[in-house]
Every structure is written in structure tokens, then in C-alpha cells.
């Protein structure tokens, strides 16, 4: 899980280890829509999975600094390597869930890869604050 008070190097290193892992986190059928999966693929389905090239910890307010949580987000990374449709599907303290997700939706990846092309891959990331 990635520690949002390390090094945003660690976390780069570490949140493309866990792009391999998201799916075993949870059922991909139960975290996305139909019309999600049926446009999109599964990281271990791809030549090439996505590679993080921009990522930063999450911006937490004063009032919530301290506070300790995992929230878990879903989200697609398209074909260009931004990521859309971030949402929460699961989280220990809901106070984080705004934070978590808008952090995710400002990463960005070289997009995974199928015969070269980019393609749209669906992700599930732990955000772990503390």
C-alpha cells in the first residue's frame, strides 16, 4: 500500500507495483460498470501494463492531517494515459474519500498497451493515509 509520508519517488515505485495487484484486491466485476468493462481491460490482459509518469501525495487539509485510513479507488486509465472515472469502493474513514480520489485523478501513466496501441485499463489502488 502506498505511505502518503514517504518520498513521492517510493510512491511512484510503489503504485506501479500495485497496478499489477489491483485486480486481486477485488472482484473487477464488482468495482466497475458494465460499460467499464466491456471498454476497457484488465491489467493482466495487456502486452504492456500502464507505467506511472506524474504522481503526487494527496493534499490533506490541516483538519484532517494525522488522520489514519485506507481508501480503496477504482478508476480507468484511458489510452492516453489519464485516468477517468476515479471513484471509492472501498474506504476506513470516509473523511478521506474526496481527497483520495481527487489525488488519483491528477496521476498520470504511459498508457498500457496492446500491439503497441494504448488502450483504456481498469486499476484499483489502495491509498493509505497516516
Known amino acids: 500500500m502506498i505511505a502518503m509520508n514517504r518520498k513521492p519517488l517510493v510512491t511512484l515505485f510503489l503504485s506501479g507495483i500495485l497496478v499489477f495487484m489491483s485486480s486481486a484486491l477485488f472482484g473487477q466485476s464488482e468495482s466497475f460498470t458494465e460499460e467499464e468493462l466491456a471498454n476497457s481491460f484488465s491489467v493482466k490482459d495487456v502486452e504492456s ?9 494527496p493534499n490533506v487539509p490541516g ?14 486509465i484511458d489510452g492516453s494515459g489519464k485516468v477517468t472515472v476515479a471513484r471509492v469502493i472501498k474506504s476506513t474513514l470516509d473523511d478521506l474519500n474526496e481527497i ?12 498500457a498497451k496492446i500491439g503497441g496501441a494504448g488502450v483504456s485499463v481498469r486499476v484499483i489502488v489502495p491509498i493509505r493515509f497516516s
Open 63 to 76: 483538519n484532517l492531517k494525522g488522520k489514519a485510513g485506507t481508501v480503496h479507488v477504482a478508476f480507468i
Open 49 to 57: 501494463p500502464p507505467k506511472p509518469v506524474k504522481q503526487s501525495p
Open 100 to 111: 483520495a480520489v481527487n489525488t488519483v485523478t491528477k496521476w498520470e501513466f504511459e498508457p
